[in-house]
């Protein structure tokens, strides 16, 4: 579980945006990615779009002061290092059988983990479940068994991109599409070959 009791959530007020930190995806991989996923297409599935991918480092909360969590996303940023991103797995997920989601599962190294955790403590947030780095590449809408039988995907890739910024976005109200990037923000060296790294 993630955020804080007493939050307001979105139901509570529509005017409070709904934030997350997440690490926005180069468009040229979420392309290639998207290729992946398109035998999908055929299905009651919902593509993410090549400007929406990225990779959840925060779940969203209600966040009533945007400015103030994008300072805080600065506070973060100006202590971690740019590093490199890797793209492993193609997959269904959570349950493989019945899925919910199409992602790509990314290698969980210790620069990942260690942004992740300083993110969650600045944004006063938690959350109790093991971290799987991934991308959602489709939402499965119905007959989700039947897509994972007559539509398998099952495989390793090997992409990667260097990260450099970490960015605050902006969930879509229900029944919406699109998230927005309210912030994004360098990480402390916009090379991630710096040796001081």
Not at 5 to 18: I, T, Y
Not at 77 to 106: I, Q, S, T
Request: aromatic content about 6%; hydrophobic content about 40%.
């Amino acid at each position: 579980m993630i955020g804080q009791p007493g939050q307001a959530s979105s139901r509570e007020d529509s005017s409070v945006p709904r934030v997350f930190a997440a690490l926005k995806i180069a468009s040229a991989i979420a392309q290639e990615l998207i290729e992946i996923a398109r035998p999908l297409e055929r299905f009651a599935v919902h593509p993410i779009a090549n400007e929406d991918m990225h990779l959840t480092l925060v779940r969203p909360w209600a966040e009533p002061a945007v400015p103030a969590a994008i300072d805080k996303l600065k506070r973060a940023a100006d202590e971690h290092c740019g590093f490199r991103l890797e793209f492993r797995h193609v997959r269904y997920g959570p349950d493989p059988k019945r899925p919910r989601l199409l992602w790509v599962e990314c290698a969980a190294g210790d620069e990942l983990a260690s942004l992740r955790s300083t993110l969650i403590s600045v944004f006063g947030q938690y959350d109790e479940r093991s971290f799987l780095p991934h991308v959602t590449l489709a939402r499965i809408r119905a007959n989700a068994a039947r897509i994972a039988r007559k539509c398998p995907i099952d495989q390793s890739i090997d992409l990667a991109q260097d990260v450099t910024t970490v960015e605050l976005m902006q969930s879509p109200p229900p029944g919406e599409r699109g998230y927005k990037v309210l912030a994004s923000l360098q990480l402390r060296h916009q090379t991630v070959k710096s040796p001081t790294c």
